[in-house]
């Protein structure tokens, strides 16, 4: 006992401060700063670019390619954006439009183009593409100055506006149950005026022609924030009509397409362009006014509303994106972690008042010397003492497979605990589309290293002698599951024209990644694993396995799994809530300070409970813990994927593509999850076995 006491005085005072540290780095988190992005700053004037993001809805989880809808198109057609490794996996397909933006240059009811939908909505008959993906409750996703699109909308009560999840194509009316298409977008731009810069220009002399550089300033500005309103406007025009609207210059910054009969105020020729009023809400539901079906030929117009906004800075911009604006309190993340704290003290203090208690007389009485009496009568001969010739007996069952998965766990682990702290370093932001993404893929192929060294000390601890094959099961078993799921998905994906799809060349490069990065790293790291020696154990292992009692129920496989997962589950689940709306209804999660100390937590809560029922498993002289443990602790990702079936509820997918996407790609995360979570017990579980014994006499 006199070991294990300071010991678990040590590990709590070392608990206590990390959680300290964790609290106030939390809280002394205030803006939020994207390091590496770089600022761009706009002269009066100039030009802004307007890009799309694939159309995105909660209902299908299938992002589709804005282009394949019949909307207006840039002239020489869309452009793609250079995109990232992370993008490509993430669906996104960043592409240019026709839109013209021009810093702080209000525009009015600038016509677009003229597009066709497709026939109108008639019983029997199949609805047009645009329709069905109205009624798929599909979004837009604009961006501007690497700004995501927020959504403004307006009804007869209030006006609501949301800055995740894109702004909707169009709407369903409730009376007529008819699908409408948004035609007309404000285009809000929230701009602040940049420090002045010295910028050199070249003046000239009439005397001599000749030119001095003379330093003059230069006002530049800098977009803080972008919202769009969509309205649903039905225009009357003629499209064969002269484009000159009057006599005179009409003042638009594009040409008009077409002669609109019955315009809005905004949209009236009449009126001097720049004394025209912006669109509102009130001109489009003002009587003899109908909102657009999404059929027949459509007139796309815009406005352009820029506003000075001195109070938001650039460094800042992205604040409102995040916390939502107010939607999620931070208090609830405080909720969050406040419920994590008062399990993981609970649990705690249950395993300080059993363990201590137990193992302090457990110590006196198998360290004693024994009478004679005792030693006739075997006294001193029960409890957990019994199985120290078998306690660290291999793996009677696929003890190759236990090392995989401890090795594939620990890998795991140290992904995703580098991707939090890089994440909450600010590295890994919303401003950096696919970077969260791709570090994920990157850290775990550079940790492959750990993957190979970590199975072969084990295996090799299990006296396995097979190691060629357990260090090619290492590199290939669980990217090859990640890899077959994936391609079986992707291929749903092409059948359903979504932009999830993953091209050739990216699959070319998943490959190398894994065959020309992870694998090699697996073998060097298997390499000096088999070079070390054999975990190194207190007590020798006898040669012949001792008799396993009977055990109690509660020592059962499903009670053990029941309250092993359950109990680290409760302490996490809060914040798994968000994590699962930021990936499947594409709300912004940017509290990684948070995510990290819940994270600390699950991973204390698994070792703490995975040590305690392995203390009871071999007080009944039941010394088979290696997969108990591995199993004990990983079954929390199980109540993971019990939640996310809960979760699924809310996403309103009726579709069996849908199921399939949300429940392959849960079921590999939860895979994932299992392995990582069964090293901590694993690792935990040996660590506390191999203190304990060495803590005894053994005749």
């Given amino acids: 006992m006199k070991m294990v006491t300071p010991l678990l005085v040590t590990t709590t005072m070392m608990m206590t401060m990390m959680m300290i540290v964790l609290l106030q780095a939390v809280v002394m988190t205030d803006a939020y700063y994207l390091p590496g992005v770089n600022i761009h700053s706009f002269q009066e ?35 793609m954006d250079n995109e990232n490794l992370g993008e490509f996996l993430a669906g996104d397909r960043i592409e240019s439009t026709p839109y013209l933006l021009k810093m702080r240059q209000d525009m009015f009811c600038e016509q677009l ?14 609805a047009n593409k645009m329709v069905r993906i109205i009624r798929k409750q599909y979004h837009q996703n604009w961006i501007v100055d690497n700004l995501s699109a927020a959504s403004k909308m307006e009804d007869d009560t209030q006006i609501t506006t949301r800055y995740w999840q894109g702004f ?16 007309h977008v404000n285009i809000e731009l929230f701009y602040h005026k940049a420090p002045d810069v010295p910028s050199s220009k070249k003046a000239g002399t009439a005397a001599d022609d000749a030119t001095a550089a003379t330093t003059v300033n230069v006002a530049e500005y800098r977009v803080v924030k972008f919202i769009v309103e969509p309205f649903s406007i039905k225009h009357d025009f003629d499209a064969t009509a002269d484009a000159a609207l009057n006599d005179d210059e009409d003042g638009s910054f594009l040409p008009p397409v077409a002669k609109i009969i019955n315009p809005i105020d905004s949209c009236n020729p009449t009126t001097k362009y720049s004394e025209r009023p912006h669109t509102n809400y009130n001109m489009i539901v003002q009587e003899g006014r109908e909102p657009q079906p999404a059929s027949g030929k459509v007139l796309f117009t815009y406005d352009v509303i820029w506003t000075e906004d001195p109070n938001t800075t650039w460094a800042t911009r992205w604040d409102v994106y995040l916390n939502m604006n107010g939607a999620v309190p931070a208090k609830v993340h405080w909720v969050s972690i406040m419920n994590s704290l008062v399990i993981v003290v609970v649990l705690s203090a249950m395993i300080a008042a059993i363990l201590v208690r137990n193992l302090r007389r457990d110590f006196a009485r198998y360290n004693k010397l024994a009478t004679d009496e005792e030693k006739a009568e075997d006294l001193e001969e029960f409890g957990w003492k019994l199985v120290h010739a078998d306690v660290f007996r291999p793996p009677s069952t696929h003890p190759m497979l236990l090392a995989v998965g401890c090795g594939t766990g620990a890998q795991i682990l140290l992904m995703v605990f580098f991707t939090i702290i890089f994440a909450a ?9 696919g970077a969260l993404l791709m570090a994920e893929l990157i850290l775990f192929v550079l940790f492959g290293g750990v993957n190979g060294y970590i199975t072969a000390r084990l295996y090799k601890t299990f006296k396995g002698k097979a190691w060629q094959r357990a260090t090619t099961m290492t590199a290939t078993l669980f990217p090859g599951i990640c890899f077959g799921f994936f391609l079986i998905l992707n291929i749903l994906a092409w059948t359903q024209s979504s932009t999830d799809r993953v091209p050739f060349t990216t699959l070319l490069v998943i490959i190398v990644l894994w065959f020309g990065i992870s694998s090699p ?10 070079k070390q020696e054999a975990i190194e154990f207190p007590v020798n292992t006898s040669s012949i396995p001792r008799q396993i009692p009977d055990q109690p129920w509660f020592m059962g496989i499903p009670f053990t799994l029941f309250v092993g997962g359950i109990l680290p589950f409760g302490s996490c689940f809060v ?23 819940v994270f600390f937590i699950l991973i204390v809560t698994c070792a703490e409970i995975t040590v305690l029922f392995t203390y009871f498993q071999l007080c009944s002289e039941n010394y088979h813990w290696w997969w108990r443990a591995f199993s004990n602790a990983g079954s929390t990702a199980i109540w993971v994927f019990l939640y996310s079936v809960v979760y699924f509820q809310q996403l309103e997918a009726n579709t069996f593509v849908t199921y399939v996407l949300y429940f392959g790609y849960m079921a590999l995360v939860c895979m994932g999850m299992f392995c990582m979570m069964g090293f901590v017990g694993v690792a935990f579980s040996l660590w506390f076995n191999q203190v304990i014994f060495a803590s005894i006499k053994i005749d």
């Fill in 168 to 183: 909707p194509v169009g709407f369903i009316a409730d009376d007529t149950h008819k699908a409408y298409i948004h035609n």
């Fill in 521 to 530: 790293l697996v073998f060097v790291g298997a390499y000096f694993g088999y």
């Fill in 425 to 433: 370093l600010g590295f890994l932001n919303p401003a950096r589309r």
């Fill in 45 to 79: 004037g100039e030009e802004l670019k307007l890009k799309v993001n694939s159309m995105t809805s909660t209902k299908t989880l299938l992002p589709l390619d804005y282009y394949k809808f019949p909307f207006c198109q840039p002239e020489g057609g869309p452009k």
């Fill in 575 to 597: 914040e798994l809530y968000y994590i699962l709306a930021s990936v499947w209804q594409e709300y912004y999660y940017y509290v990684f300070g948070f995510l990290l100390l």
């Fill in 113 to 126: 183009c003229i597009s066709n939908m497709g026939r109108g909505e008639q019983p029997k008959l199949a």
